[in-house]
DNA sequence: TATTGTTATACTCTATAACTATA
DNA sequence: TATAGTTATAGAGTATAACAATA
C-alpha cells in the first residue's frame, strides 16, 4: 500500500504529527489557544528572561511570525514584553498571572492527548521514542543547545 | 530550557517534522515539487487503481485539498485520473511516463534528506524509530488498514 | 556594519460547508 | 438517502524581504 513511503523517518514523524496536532488543536481551541501560542507560554513560563530571538530558534518559528503570536498574547494579557535595559534592541517576555493559569490548563490538556495517543506504547517504549526523537533532532541541529 | 516540552512525543516529533519537512521541501522545490505531491506521486505509483477518497485517508488530508493538488498533478501532466467503469461517481487517478520519472527524482531527494537527517542513529536505532512511530500511528487509527 | 524586532506579503497546509452526479 | 468528488472560502503555519532602532 505504502510500503516504500513507510520506511521513512520524515514521512512516518510527519503521519504521527499531523494526526496527533489535529487532536491537540482542537483541545487547545476549547480553551482559546492555537497550538503555537501552546509552546510559546510553556515555553515562557521555564524561561523568565529569554528574548524573542531565543524564542523563535527554539521553537523552530521566523522571528516575524513569532512576532505575530506574541501580539496576539499579548493582546488578550497572558504576556508581557519589555525592553532588556542592557540591551535595548532586544525585549524579554514574562506570562502575567492569567497566562500561567492558561497554560496550566493547556499543559494538562497536552498530557491528555499525550496519553490517548501513546496509550499502545509500553512506558520504555514511549520513552525510548522521545530519545530517538531528540537525538535526531538534536544532532540534525548542532548549533542550537535545546536543552 | 524546554525540559516539561520535551517529555511530550507530540512536541518532540513535530519538532523534528517540522526540520525535516523544511529540509525536503527545499530539496522538492528544485525539481518543482511539493511535499504533498511526493506523498501523492508516491502513493498512486505504488497502487494502480486507488480512488480519490481512499488516497485522502491514507494520506491525511481532506479530500477537497487533495483535489486541489491532483488537478495541479494533471495539469502539469504527471498524472491522469479517469473514471471506475463499475462505479461512475469514483475515479482512479495513476501516474504518467514523466509523472513515474519525476517521482523517482522526488523519491531519491526524499531518501538522501533522510540520511542526512537520521545520520546519528545506527541501523537499529533507526528501524526502532520507525516501528514506534508506526505503532503509535496504526493504534491510534485503528478503522483505516493504512498498511 | 550587524543585530533585534517589526511590518508586509505570499505561499502552503488544513478545515468546513455546500454543491453535483452517481449509486 | 448515502457516497465520491468538486468548488469555495477561511484559518493556521511557514518563508522572505525590507525597514527602524539600537549596538
Redesign the pocket.
Known amino acids: 500500500m505504502q510500503d516504500r513511503l513507510l520506511e521513512l523517518v520524515g514521512y512516518n514523524c510527519?503521519q504521527v504529527?499531523?494526526f496527533m496536532?489535529?487532536k491537540f488543536?482542537?483541545k487547545?481551541?476549547k480553551i482559546g489557544l492555537?497550538?503555537?501560542?501552546f509552546a510559546v507560554l510553556m515555553l515562557v513560563r521555564e524561561n523568565e528572561q529569554i528574548?524573542?530571538?531565543?524564542?523563535?530558534e527554539v521553537?523552530?518559528?521566523?522571528?516575524?511570525?513569532?512576532?505575530?503570536?506574541?501580539?496576539r498574547l499579548e493582546s488578550v494579557g497572558w504576556l508581557v514584553?519589555y525592553?532588556?535595559?542592557?540591551?535595548?534592541?532586544?525585549?524579554?517576555?514574562k506570562l502575567t498571572l492569567r497566562g500561567i493559569r492558561k497554560c496550566r490548563s493547556a499543559e494538562i490538556a497536552a498530557i491528555e492527548t499525550e496519553n490517548e495517543i501513546t496509550a499502545s506504547l509500553s512506558a520504555s517504549e514511549r520513552s525510548e521514542l522521545v530519545r530517538l526523537l531528540r537525538k535526531v533532532h538534536l544532532e540534525a541541529r548542532p548549533r542550537l543547545e535545546i536543552n
Chains 1, 2 share one sequence.
Open positions: 510527519r504529527s499531523t496536532g489535529a488543536a482542537k487547545m481551541a492555537r497550538r503555537m501560542e528574548n524573542q530571538k531565543r524564542l523563535a521553537i523552530q518559528v521566523a522571528p516575524s511570525n513569532l512576532n505575530l503570536v506574541l501580539d514584553r525592553r532588556n535595559p542592557i540591551d535595548k534592541r532586544s525585549q524579554f517576555v
